[in-house]
């Protein structure tokens, strides 16, 4: 049975730091790349980063660029996200998501940490 | 504003066909077969329903179904049910890697 869960997400203020964390089970998780997808409040879903199965690539977006780092530890089957100088348009639920093929789409989705971003 | 562009709601009643258009560029949906789409109950998590423009995951019902031509990718619902009722969004790959998502349309069963 496929198990994806988040965790790290809070409030916190804007210019702070955060890290989110993805743990996954029920896939072999080192054969998969891994993607972080966030939703704000009542708005559409927006990809985030990606991550290669070995850890070797990693994409942003643009407005994540240079302040969000992705990474991955294959032996404890987690992902995270690491979100440095936060502004309020990072306020989102942030979803890690599984790609269990050589396509590129969102197999198995985690229920979601919400990081709140505010003064 | 959403790259993608799909509209913001569609309805129709209990067994009527509905179709869910998402619209792009040459340059992602234009080039790439890399064409998802996601049910997402409110409050709940998105499903991925269709994948590769147009296949479906085991599990997924063959109600659903997906295409493409030229910049826009459609989704298909036939025999429309209550439990369809859910917003739909497309997304598509862009080069470069970059990951490019709809707006999300509110599909109504009536």
């Known amino acids: 049975q496929v198990q994806v869960v988040e965790s790290g997400g809070g409030v916190v203020q804007p210019g702070r730091s955060l890290r989110l964390s993805c743990a996954a089970s029920g896939f072999t998780f080192s054969k998969c790349a891994m993607h972080w997808v966030r939703q704000a409040p009542g708005k559409e879903l927006e990809w985030v980063a990606v991550?290669?199965?070995?850890?070797?690539?990693?994409y942003y977006v643009d407005s994540v660029k240079g302040r969000f780092t992705i990474s991955r530890d294959n032996s404890r089957n987690t992902l995270y996200l690491q979100m440095n100088s936060l502004t309020v348009d990072d306020t989102a639920m942030y979803y890690c998501?599984?790609?269990?093929?050589?396509?590129?789409?969102?197999?198995?989705w985690g229920q979601g940490t919400l990081v709140t971003v505010s003064s | 504003q959403s790259v993608l562009t799909q509209p913001r709601s569609v309805s129709g009643s209990p067994g009527q066909s509905v179709t869910i258009s998402c619209t792009g560029t040459?340059?992602?949906?234009?080039?790439?077969?890399?064409v998802s789409w996601y049910q997402q109950i409110p409050g709940k998590v998105p499903r991925l329903i269709i994948h590769?423009?147009?296949k479906r995951p085991s599990g997924v019902p063959d109600r659903f179904s997906g295409s493409k031509s030229l910049n826009t990718a459609s989704l298909t619902i036939s025999g429309l049910q209550a439990e369809d009722e859910a917003d739909y969004y497309c997304?598509?790959?862009?080069?470069?890697?970059?990951?490019?998502f709809g707006g999300g349309t509110k599909l109504t069963v009536l």
């Open positions: 991550i290669w199965y070995d850890g070797s690539n990693e």
């Open positions: 590769d423009v147009n």
């Open positions: 998501a599984s790609q269990n093929s050589g396509s590129i789409q969102f197999d198995y």
């Open positions: 997304c598509s790959y862009a080069g470069r890697y970059s990951v490019l």
């Open positions: 040459r340059s992602d949906i234009g080039t790439y077969n890399y």
